[in-house]
């Protein structure tokens, strides 16, 4: 039996981008740049990707969880800062916002579940309508 050397593929060809679709085909457009892996649109695309990566590592930096207000408060500043620097774009920003204003919102009611569970964390209620002690006819006060 004589093995038969595969025919080259014009898709494999490394002067090819090597961006892959979901799919698993790959993009038939030429490389112009020897020293990048993807066509002019692909790789303007991992260049997003990339400063994506930077921004979110600005906004995070030091920030683990988003338990309370102040580390909500921390991210909603960078993001502006990030805003007003033109580093983001207004509509990626306007959802990272609404986000985070949805975190604020659900503090109210993880801090009311932890009343609910552990009744020493509750506050002290204030009864207001306690009954005044029963007076006869006679005995009520005269106003001035």
Known sequence: MNAKAA???PLNDSSRCSQQFANGKRCRILINDPDSRFCP???K???NCRETADLADTLTDGLAEFTSAAPINDFLSRLL????QNRICPRRAAVLAYITNQLLRTLSAMEKEAEDHDPKNAPVKIIWDIPGPKREQGDQPSCP
């Open 7 to 9: 025919k080259p593929s």
């Open 41 to 43: 649109s692909h790789a």
């Open 45 to 47: 695309l991992a260049e």
């Open 81 to 84: 800062l990030l805003l007003a």
